[in-house]
């Protein structure tokens, strides 16, 4: 069990954004609003998975719809609040905390300003340990843990309560619902125990995505490359250099869907990135090499500052870093890859992980 | 109080799909439901409004969804029990009886076929005296009632309870998921007292559904003319006579619309008239005149038989009878006129009474 204060936000704030792979939510707005819960209702307890009763009930709470939309509509707090309430009424059961279900800008925060300002302790733990974009692609599901009863809610005061047969139809309907009440809502979904986190959640990723954030910061102050620190503390590989000259962003379904494209620089002067994306950033390729492919993790780096891109703040000119980071053993499983792999995306690649495809090309 | 058996369900079905308005449902498979639900479970006990304790809990029961759809997809019947059983648990209440929403070939069937499997008495009470495509065009909106808490389920087994800020956004919220769950769905919605139907609902529907069915019924019998019965038991008006000439149909947005075109036959010969419908028929106008428009009620029916023609089964080259019936005095307010007019549904004409429209200028 710690504390989580200011200087800890702003850390996690940068690591998860990173981790978050282009989506998650935009890293400012989730600041803020942690930062402000903080400010008005007090530090967080953080607690490590082990310390949670195996019957305790855990509910992640997390914004659902597309980026683009989410950063003109930012949540207040009383809609998860709201869902929150209304799961609680439903199971007859407290919430004795609050998780975030992926890593990301905005949905490692909204968990932690949700506690603060309901009282209640974050678990050190998520779904995914990145961000992805359909709500069964989480490592519960691959356990079968049901991602219902669910609340959705909205910031008009709606609210809809799921029941789903499986997590795929969960998907189905709460996408549809979140497209009606205007492209994001909050939720309060995969109601779990402390036994559930423990056999299925991937452990400890608020204290990696602090790591990340804390070595990109101590990194500016040291004169350090705060990329090649990042890339220590997640086992990760600089992929290209590149400077953005096309992106290609659509809101579609309810996703912001695209491709950037990033001419080489440096050592990759000649080269070609294209990096497609579904909210997330799934596959990094140039003409010659595959680079990296969900559920590997590829994050989007500005190259001065070493911070993280998101799909939707990813503008003309930008000089950034392209870097892969392997993802959680879980996802490499078969079902792993059959629910988060290249083939659902409908790429016409095979999932090959990260370190294998450095191996074989990346440039040196 | 009276008893439901298999001869009245034979008339309301033909009654109800006339007062649809060519929408609300298949009579056909709405008729079979309700049958084999008594066949099973036993005869249905009718209450009258006046009856029902002030306090009661009464829930009306309907099929939400393109009619094109319902007719590829019947009810199964466990999705309404399941619908039903949902919003009992959430409300902590008993459920005293069922009511149809609207006037329509299923829809005044399914809370038969439900009243039987479960054991509970139907009111003689409809929130709309017709048939129409949104769930906020019920009498019971126009006096403030809210649509929810509803539960939407569909046939696989997916649920979803909907608290929403007003009845448009029931609408919205409802339709939408309506649609993802494959273009139809039961739905338990508007839970009422006895005090609400008793203030804001229309009586003896399905009285007067069973006596339009049993005057076309008994016409035939004595080789009377099925219509002309028909009209003296709604009060209504013989509009046009033609061959369809040309039907463009298309299911939009979780909707049946499109718009009907006949060529006149007899006294209306030169004549071509057009009925506009958005699940039900709406709007029904010649080059020169307009017959009659939304909240009055257009049925077409067939020329030989009498019998009502829904929208997704008017074909080529039959002959119809389009007739007008004056809705409810409760539509013909500044309220109803507002909610379910043909502006509402983009039509550019004012709403004019059928019978004004009738001494205006229907030919002899």
Redesign the interface.
Known sequence: MRIIGKQEIEDIAVGAALLGTGGGGDPYIGKLMALQAIEEYGEITLLDVDEVPDDALVVPSAMMGAPTVMIEKAPSGEEAISAFK?LES?LGKEIYATMPIEAGGLNSMLPLALAARMGIPVVDVDGMGRAFPELQMVTFYLDGVSATPMVIADE??????????NNV?TE??A???T???GGSTMTAIYPMTGKNLKDSGIRNILKLEEELGKAIRLAKRNNADPIKEALKCADGFELFRGKVIDVNRKTESGFAKGVATFEGINQYKGETLEVRFQNEHLLAQTDQRLLCVTPDLIAVLDAETGLPVTTEAIRYGARCVIVGIPCDPKWRTEKGIETVGPKYFNYDVDYVPVEELVKKGVKA
């Open positions: 209304n439903y008009k005061g709606n609210t809809s309560l799921l029941s789903t047969i139809w189905r309907i996408r549809s619902a497209i009606e009440m």
